[in-house]
């Protein structure tokens, strides 16, 4: 399919844009994402570079942490 | 839609995380009893995602959510299993596991949303014409044109129909990788390769500033 895509919204350069360094996959954004929350809830000046940049490029890892981070918000077991 | 309803509570008391590890490896009572009881937290989990996401499935009704939530809380038990020997304490158990539970009903409702929709996968950019402008807008647009310019330019074919599906297309990552068969980590890469290269040639340019604050590509 060659048909051309939308022109560019703000928000699409600012994601275009976005410095996603340093890299870190998406496995390893899922390895790494319960002790991320967790210690993000314990304190929220805690500092992961890395998770943070890979939150801050990958819409779907940066939505499962905000779900999680709810879970863990309102626990229940 | 009461079924998928997130605030329903649990009834057990919680374990800890040694309890789990020995009830889950007991071959007998106990363990049956753990694996019932982890399908319950994960179902947890996958009812809370599939509830934050229902919106992405507008015709769904309540029914329908909830055999989401029970097939993603089936497939995210298998994957908790099978990958129980790699948890390593780095927090809570039920933390670890509920991660796999938000990510099974997150990739469920995702492809359940595009599952009869095309994915358009655009090698190009609309330009749009937008006349005389005032100051502010116009520069808006001299940077909406240089990245259009860098897409078109410094792009390989397959980061430009990646970048383009994903960021302005908003095809999810996971769909998207289903449909090409790639993987999410891969096009995850290729993201981010892309991104990289459009901020060289943007920094290049002067349309874009290079933060000290933060690595650079």
Not at chain 1, 33 to 57: I, K, N, S
Not at chain 2, 123 to 150: C, F, H, M, N
Not at chain 2, 168 to 197: F, M, W
Request: hydrophobic fraction near 40%; charged fraction near 25%; include cysteine.
């Amino acid at each position: 399919m060659t048909s051309p895509a939308r022109g560019l919204s703000a928000e699409n350069i600012r994601s275009l844009l976005a410095d996603t360094s340093p890299y870190l996959s998406c496995d390893d954004c899922f390895a790494r994402l319960d002790e991320y929350v967790e210690r993000t809830l314990a304190d929220p000046r805690h500092q992961d570079a890395a998770m943070q940049a890979h939150l801050a490029g990958c819409g779907a890892c940066a939505e499962e942490a905000e779900t999680l981070r709810e879970l863990l918000s309102h626990p229940s077991t | 839609m009461t079924t998928v309803n997130p605030t329903t509570p649990d009834v057990v008391p919680p374990l800890g995380d040694d309890a789990w590890l020995a009830a889950l490896t007991d071959g007998g009572g106990a363990g049956h009893q753990a694996l019932a009881r982890l399908r319950e937290v994960l179902l947890r989990a996958t009812r809370h995602q599939v509830w934050r996401l229902r919106d992405l499935l507008p015709g769904a009704g309540a029914g329908e959510l909830e055999d989401l939530a029970q097939q993603a809380a089936d497939d995210a038990l298998v994957a908790v299993l099978r990958r129980l020997g790699t948890f390593e304490g780095r927090s809570r158990f039920t933390t670890w596991a509920y991660k796999f539970g938000v990510l099974h009903a997150g990739v469920a409702v995702r492809r359940q949303a595009w599952r009869h929709r095309e994915v358009p996968l655009p090698d190009t950019l609309t330009l749009v014409d937008t006349g005389p402008t005032p100051a502010a807008i116009s520069e808006a647009t001299q940077l909406a044109r240089a990245v259009e310019a860098a897409i078109a330019t410094e792009l390989t074919p397959h980061q430009r129909r990646v970048v383009l599906a994903l960021l302005v297309e908003q095809v999810p990552i996971d769909v998207l990788a289903d449909r090409l068969g790639s993987t999410r980590n891969a096009l995850y890469k290729t993201l981010h390769d892309a991104r990289c290269r459009l901020r060289t040639a943007l920094t290049d340019s002067g349309h874009l500033q290079i933060r000290t604050d933060r690595s650079t590509p």
